[in-house]
């Protein structure tokens, strides 16, 4: 039966058997198919079932009804078509259909007539996937054993890869270790145009040049009846007839299972052996397939069209949240980019009306509105360019204060805006320490400019920004602490995340997330403790590596240096300091190292 | 308000103009450009804050920023104001004329506008209105 799947928004993991000639899809209760999304009309579209096939129709919503990403007034449906409603993202299953004919150099599918080997072969068997092993054989037990074997066997190749044709190869080389097969294919159910192609092949010859024909009555008996056959062109009973064209021809031997999966066909696996007249004359009736394999066969199909189903939904699953990354992703850098030529329009405005005039103070209000909008953008730009690739730290000896001094300095005026007290702290006996001067001095702004933010509203806003070296743990740290609004604990790991911002209009999002990006790159980490209405302190810490001591070798390996507990850290000017590392000899070792006082301005 | 805004309420002839905008750049331009044409500009941040002045019914055209798709209607908005984190689909200027019953009359203008643009709709909103102001 035809079904709706949900793959993405608030009825995600839903589904819908379209049982019904009309199915109506809205947000009303009265569809047949609710939807609980907003942007999705009362009434939004119908789905139609004629002559078996199913048509959505655009019921005038407002926000449209998309097939494949194209917007549609009526539209057929093929199985694996996405629907877009609202924000909601369907799958539409069809129900299985025959397959017709493709060729292609490695299978053919013909009709029987056409080919002299099959035009004799007859379905001496055929099984559903109901029908129970035989208990009267006497050796039904080793027989089960090795099934177990063989099906435990396919049961972990197809949990351990999301790879369809690694999947299909495995299990191909499985069935050949246990059947005594010559050729075999497995023949996927192609969603868009629903014709079978080839998807895996395996020769035991290994050779693969000859074209495996594959009788077309069989594949429309298999996907049709759903059932897995048996087929020969030998007799099976001892009334068998040497003499008959078995002679000149060989005995042919083929098994075809369907791949049953929850929703219907996905696919046929097929395998075939030929005994040539020779052998087949020395051994009058002996067959290589028998019912058991024709069992085991169809259960092995069922096991990898569950798993095909899987990655096929999964697949689905990931393009659709691909879709939606980029679509955020467009629409917050547009919100952004149009508040910032905002910016620009006022202060040019108000450039030309100093110009008109000729009041060099209004000039000066809107020359200063275009340039604090030129570094906005310039800084959404060199975040985007920094989050959006993995960038190994361009690793030199350099002094972290100054880089923090730097900061600091660039962002007074912004401070001063903000009635905000801005002011540094450094630790005078910093090191010179390897890393990325430049990344580093982006990552910092990103939270200090946070942090004069977070005190804008605050009377007696204050943002002290410390450097610390910690020769135990071989770490320095950048904290920055502010008085200002404080964020909920359960928001303090929302903020790294991306275009996550607590600045409305203002923030873009990017900023914390981009610092702890640069700061894992330098195998540190950037960590946060709040008290709403007490304020934060964001703690920037990366190893101190001095010029003898090994740099970082993988910037994926964020979080290597473990961040400090920030409790354990008194305040400036009361804590009692390990010696800093030697510079001079090999760095950071504190065994010897004496205490003394923090030395913060 | 500064005082510039108080005595021209006190003089009672210009017509006032209420902006909300969180954004202080914004602000500036507005009220730069406002009171350079001679109208008496309430500049504030929130919707809060601009509340007491819809309420004394002193501004004849009220200027939102708002970049979410529902009217900024100052009598319903949630008074926490939450700030919506979710990216904006749209960017609008709400330009709302108060009408004598106190209700707003909301047109749009979509991001990034034209001041000048503003300014005009402005004038002709302001020259519907009642000279005063007032709408008692």
Not at chain 1, 95 to 108: G, L, Y
Not at chain 1, 259 to 284: F, H, K, N, S
Not at chain 1, 293 to 310: G, N, T, Y
Not at chain 1, 332 to 344: A, R, W, Y
């Amino acid at each position: 039966m035809a079904s709706l799947f949900v793959i993405r928004g608030r009825d995600q993991g839903k589904r819908f058997e379209l049982d019904r000639d009309c199915i109506t899809i809205g947000r009303d209760s009265s569809n047949s198919v609710q939807l609980h999304d907003s942007e999705v009309s009362r009434r939004h579209a119908e789905i139609h079932c004629q002559e078996g096939h199913y048509w959505i129709v655009d019921l005038g919503s407002s926000n449209g009804t998309f097939v494949n990403g194209q917007r549609v007034e009526r539209q057929l449906l093929k199985s694996g078509d996405r629907l877009q409603i609202g924000r909601t993202l369907i799958v539409y299953t069809a129900p299985e259909q025959p397959a017709s004919a493709i060729a292609t150099t490695a299978v053919d599918i013909v009709s029987q007539a056409d080919h002299a080997a099959l035009s004799q072969s007859r379905i001496v068997s055929t099984l559903g996937e109901q029908s129970a092993l035989r208990h009267g054989d006497p050796n039904w037990l080793v027989q089960a054993h090795g099934s177990l074997e063989i099906m435990y066997r396919v049961a972990l190749a197809v949990s351990h890869t999301l790879d369809i044709d690694e999947l299909l190869q495995r299990i191909l080389d499985l069935i050949f270790e246990w059947v005594r097969a010559d050729r075999g294919c497995i023949m996927l159910l192609d969603p868009q145009t629903e014709q079978l192609r080839p998807a895996a092949r395996k020769d035991r010859t290994g050779t693969g040049q000859d074209a495996l024909a594959i009788s077309r009555t069989i594949l429309d008996y298999v996907l049709e009846h759903h059932e897995g056959v048996l087929t020969s062109n030998a007799g099976l009973d001892e009334r068998w007839d040497p003499a008959a064209s078995i002679v000149s021809q060989g005995v042919h031997e083929a098994i075809c299972v369907p791949m049953q999966g929850r929703y219907g066909v996905v696919g046929v696996i097929y395998i075939d052996t030929y005994t040539p007249p020779g052998r087949a004359l020395l051994e009058p009736g002996a067959t290589r397939f028998n019912q058991d394999h024709l069992k085991l066969m169809v259960a092995i199909a069922h096991q990898a069209a569950l798993a095909i189903e899987d990655t096929f939904y999964y697949s689905a699953l990931l393009q659709a949240e691909r879709l939606a990354a980029v679509g955020q992703t467009i629409a917050t850098l547009s919100h952004h980019i149009k508040n910032i030529l905002q910016g620009i329009r006022g202060g040019s405005f108000l450039i030309e009306e100093g110009l008109k005039a000729n009041d060099p103070e209004i000039i000066r209000k809107g020359w200063a509105i275009v340039e604090k909008n030129q570094e906005r953008i310039s800084n959404l730009v060199m975040d985007m360019l920094t989050y959006s690739k993995p960038r190994k730290p361009e690793l030199v000896l350099a002094q972290i204060n100054d880089v923090v001094a730097d900061v600091v300095e660039l962002m007074q005026l912004r401070a001063k805006e903000a009635g905000v007290a801005l002011e540094f702290e450094p630790y005078q006996e910093m090191p010179l320490l390897r890393f990325d001067p430049e990344a580093m001095h982006r990552a910092v702004l990103n939270v200090v400019t946070n942090a004069i933010d977070a005190c804008e509203k605050v009377e007696g806003g204050r943002v002290v920004v410390l450097t610390q070296l910690d020769p135990q743990q071989h770490v320095c740290r950048i904290l920055v602490k502010d008085n200002g609004e404080g964020i909920p604990l359960e928001d303090q790991e929302k903020i790294f995340s991306v275009f996550e911002s607590r600045k409305g209009a203002r923030g873009t999002g990017l900023g914390l997330p981009v610092s702890r990006k640069i700061l894992r790159e330098h195998g540190g980490d950037v960590t946060v403790e709040s008290q709403p209405g007490r304020g934060s302190t964001f703690a920037l810490v990366f190893p101190a590596f001095t010029e003898e001591q090994p740099q970082v070798s993988d910037q994926s390996s964020h979080g290597s240096a473990q961040p400090p507990d920030i409790e354990a850290w008194d305040e400036p000017g009361t804590r009692r300091w390990p010696h800093p590392p030697d510079t001079d000899t090999a760095g950071c070792s504190d065994s010897d190292a004496p205490s003394m006082t923090s030395d913060s301005a | 308000m500064t005082s510039t805004q108080q005595d021209l309420l006190r003089q009672g002839r210009q017509a006032v103009v209420l902006v909300v905008d969180t954004s202080s750049e914004s602000r500036q331009v507005w009220q730069t450009a406002l009171e350079r044409r001679g109208y008496s500009a309430i500049v504030t941040r929130t919707v809060q804050e601009a509340w007491p002045w819809v309420e004394r019914c002193v501004a004849r055209v009220v200027l939102v920023d708002n970049h979410r798709s529902i009217p900024p209607d100052l009598r319903q908005l949630d008074p926490n104001e939450a700030v919506s984190t979710e990216p904006a689909e749209q960017d609008l200027l709400w330009l709302g004329k108060v009408s004598p019953d106190g209700r707003l009359l909301w047109q749009t203008l979509e991001k990034p506008y034209h001041y000048a643009a503003v300014l005009r709709r402005i004038e002709v909103l302001c020259d519907d209105a009642s000279p005063d102001g007032r709408h008692d």
